[in-house]
């Protein structure tokens, strides 16, 4: 695939009209897709290899299957795309998409989706699912799948966050990148304040989004919600906020390669 060179300009244009306006965006598709999720209880046949009668779990294949399937279209040729099983991936059957680079070639192939998917199924899904057994195993797949998608393009985003911040700054990157300098270029990442307004506003959001609404009562479900939206407000700070800034850390360390 033919790629043009990573440019000031593109990087410019990113931030001018884009990596704001997408992240904010983001936080609507994660708390859409977790009241999605939420309408079904965790289904717990679903994440049992031994239950299936395919070599995974049935959400691992379903993941499995849907990705290879999006791979030959040319999903994961987008930067914004990052696959949970790239060994698992077919060839291309369309021609590739000419897509211009504003990432640093070595950084692009950064990819913490185990850590996500670990994540989302042993801590963040007992949070937020019921506790029970419906038997809707492909919609749950589906919201599942979703979810994780949702919540890996946000994080793996941080490498677009990076580039702009170095191209901005270079000075004050450069020095730390040099040294492989983790704990430097966390501080350098890290704004307290920009993290509390995220979480307020993803609360709200989550407020907004899921509430509970009745025609007939319009007191009856003042006050309930979907999704809890202090665990919204929790799941940012305490793992797309931190995983976000890891992403951003692994990908200056090989911005001057």
Not at 14 to 34: A, H, K
Not at 183 to 205: C, D, I, P
């Amino acid at each position: 695939m033919s790629k043009k060179p990573i440019s000031s300009d593109s990087c410019l244009n990113m931030t001018l009209d884009s990596v704001r306006e997408s992240l904010i965006g983001q936080e609507d598709t994660i708390i859409f897709c977790l009241i999605e999720r939420a309408k079904y209880p965790i289904n717990c046949p679903l994440y049992d290899e031994s239950v299936a009668g395919v070599p995974s779990s049935l959400v691992e294949y379903i993941v499995k299957e849907t990705e290879a399937l999006h791979a030959k279209v040319g999903r994961y040729e987008s930067p914004e795309e990052n696959p949970f099983f790239p060994e698992n991936l077919p060839p291309l059957i369309v021609p590739p998409h000419n897509i211009p680079q504003v990432l640093h070639p070595s950084g692009i192939s950064i990819n913490i989706n185990k850590t996500i998917w670990d994540m989302y199924f042993n801590q963040l899904l007992p949070l937020f699912v019921r506790d029970g057994n419906d038997g809707n195993y492909v919609p749950t797949a589906t919201c599942d799948l979703h979810c994780l998608q949702a919540l890996s393009r946000r994080i793996h985003y941080g490498k677009f966050v990076a580039e702009i911040k170095f191209m901005d700054a270079p000075e004050d990157y450069s020095p730390a990148i040099r040294a492989q300098d983790r704990a430097t270029l966390m501080s350098l990442l890290t704004f307290k304040n920009v993290e509390e307004m995220v979480k307020q506003r993803v609360e709200k959001k989550a407020m907004v989004f899921g509430q509970e609404v009745s025609l007939n009562d319009p007191d009856d479900k003042k006050g309930k919600y979907k999704v809890d939206p202090s665990m919204v407000s929790r799941l940012y700070g305490e793992w797309v906020m931190p995983l976000t800034k890891l992403v951003q850390v692994e990908y200056l360390l090989r911005r001057l390669d």
